[in-house]
């Protein structure tokens, strides 16, 4: 398995025979590098959204162009990508998107997080987009938790009994979302991931610029500071 970022809250994720796009945003990404979208995209068979703000969906419909990938989403969000041409599957929390087939199957079941969720990234006042969600994906006898945009909220409890997730990539940036040290307090409370990812921090200088206050929190070897586009092997 390779998971690999993409800048802010965009990840390509490797599992079994399947190349997941999470919230591409590429045109328009200060952390993405100009130049190397078609290595990021090479191979996509499906893209999942967390929910419809610019910094996570604004690219989506060139990228679904591009690869000719099926987008999933919750369904006011697939409403709105579907009317503009795009293939998409609307879906809802607690549904579970199953993809390939025999031992290289994939199951994503999308989650409750707590945040907001618009069409932000156009012409006119934001038009609702149904709520945000998170991830679990699970396949080559791994799950991964994809927070999404969210803070700590209670449901992670059973998150972790009922998914048992051993890789969390975690919004960590703060101001928007969790900082460092409320997702280093998830991981500690709920969680026991072998592996966690922090993400949508560094991107602007209201976000969080470092992940040390992570790192320093939790068991040495446990938190990846991800680097734009350098895969890390799970």
Known sequence: MKITWLGHSGFRIEIADQILLIDPWLQG???F???RENEAMEGTTAIFLTHGHGDHASSTLPVARTTDAMIYCIHELSI???AEGAQVTGFGK???ITLGEGEDTVEVTMVNAVHSSSIDFKDGAPAYAGQPAG???SGEGHTIYVSGDTDIMADMEWFADLHQPDIGILCAGGHYTMDMKRAAYVCQKFFDFKTVIPCHWGTFPLLAQSCDELVYALEDGVVKVPE???PIEI
Do not use: D
């Open 135 to 137: 991830f679990m994906i």
């Open 228 to 230: 734009v586009l350098v």
């Open 29 to 31: 990404n200060p952390a």
């Open 80 to 82: 709105i990508l579907g």
């Open 33 to 35: 590098p100009e130049g």
């Open 94 to 96: 607690g549904g579970t």
